[in-house]
């Protein structure tokens, strides 16, 4: 039976064309260069499509990035077979997967949510439709509608993914492709759908004048609790969402869910903990600016506006994913030396000073490069584009290309797999109970408790000193 691409990215051996950071740093100026370029190309103000409108630009983005997850996550490359994938070279095999996820994600857009969504379901999917009503301008329009289909988006780039890696694909891990994908696509776009209505439907009611009470719960039932009735509340922590989803996969190895030895006790306590997890991020970072920039005044607008500040959560948020992926496409997900808990503790606080940085730097110099203007909350001002722009990048090299051109893919050996499970297996055990792991764990625990107060005292003063806006 042929197997596609099931457990390809496992079963490939990337090896260095030189030693030393030389790959990491090639494929890094390599990457950065193709994505300036198309930045340009597609994006930028100044360039040529101009879609960074900015709803626009980040509908195609983000659903380009859920195109990409469904091609290689769900349906395991799928139509493309196994020897292709292994012999074809690395740019033809970028360029190939690339063109078709991009006509998959055209259809999506234009196909099933302007077409069919649009024209017999719900107006706001379509900005033909919406600019028959009186007061809306062609520019709200597509506005309105972009927004509506990447909200869907935002939902969809969460629980695609977490279904593979809380789930474990279950219960279809069995079935062939394309049964198997379809299966979890069917699934994660219906849970997608549910969760779409009760959190960004009521969002898309008060767009209008007057409020389509008639067809959305108006005002939202978040409106007391998160001081707004924007749908931001939720983009916030659905992007959250999205993010931890990727370092439990990533630079956490799961840990330590992957300690549950109960197969749907482990997969219950990974999906739900993903989320557990992102609920905790989306208070702190909202918290944060409170105590940044004082509290947030319900009336004013951006940067003390409650709304603004929820989507300000998920623009935060987006910068972690950047360094985490960095880390492990290009690092071998360094380090790996000592036990998990220390290499993936090693890990975040690598992944947390990068972020750090790569927020002071992004806010510094991005309006010199990317067309966008200066300041934290200027509507133009966008960052979840650029920063899921360039993950898209890094995922057609690193999934699409085999790391090409810093890297050269092998076929792993029987053998070689066995070990990697048996290694991957003994990392586990050597984790499980023991009087010395309950002391570290209440040690851990301490030193959270001390961090987190520490951050609460010292955040006002750090970012009084850091002028990262001039």
Known sequence: MERYGTNYLEERKLVKRWSGPTPALLNLLFTLIVFYATWWFFHDPRGVMRMYTPYVGYMYTRWWLIVMIWMVYLFNFWPFKRKWLESTHPLTKGIVLSAVSVGVLYILIKGFFEGLLGNYGLAYFNPDQLVKLPGITEFFAVEYSCLAILMFAAIASWLSPAWVVAMEEEPWSKLPQPAKGFSMLICTFFLSTIVYFVTMHPHMGILYHPWQSFTSIAPPYWEKFANTVSGNFHVSWIMCCTVVVWLVETIWQRYPFNLISHPWLRRFALFFGIIAISLAMHFFLYFAQELTWGEAIR???????????????????????????????????????????????????????????????????????????????????????????????????????????????????????????????????????????????????????????????????????????K
């Not at 057609?396 to 499970?421: L, R």
């Open 299 to 469: 009336g004013t607008r951006r940067a003390f506006a409650p709304d603004w500040r929820w989507l300000h959560v998920g623009e935060m948020a987006i910068f972690f994913l950047v360094p985490a992926l960095f880390l492990h496409f290009y690092c071998g997900n360094w380090p790996k030396k000592f036990s998990m808990p220390v290499n993936v503790l090693v890990r975040t606080i690598i992944t947390l000073v990068a972020t750090i940085a790569l927020y002071i730097g992004y806010y510094k110099v991005s309006h010199l490069f990317l067309g966008t203007q200066k300041g934290f909350s200027h509507p133009q001002q966008f960052p979840m584009i650029p920063m899921i722009w360039l993950v898209n990048i890094w995922l057609v090299n690193h999934w699409f290309m085999d790391n090409w051109p810093g890297w050269k893919m092998v076929p792993k050996t029987v053998e070689e797999i066995e070990a990697d499970h048996v290694a991957h297996q003994a990392e586990i055990d050597d984790v499980r109970w023991s009087p010395s792991l309950g002391a570290g764990l209440g040690m851990g625990a301490l030193v959270g408790v001390a961090f987190y107060a520490f951050t609460i005292y010292a955040l006002p003063g750090l970012y009084a000193a850091v002028d990262i806006l």
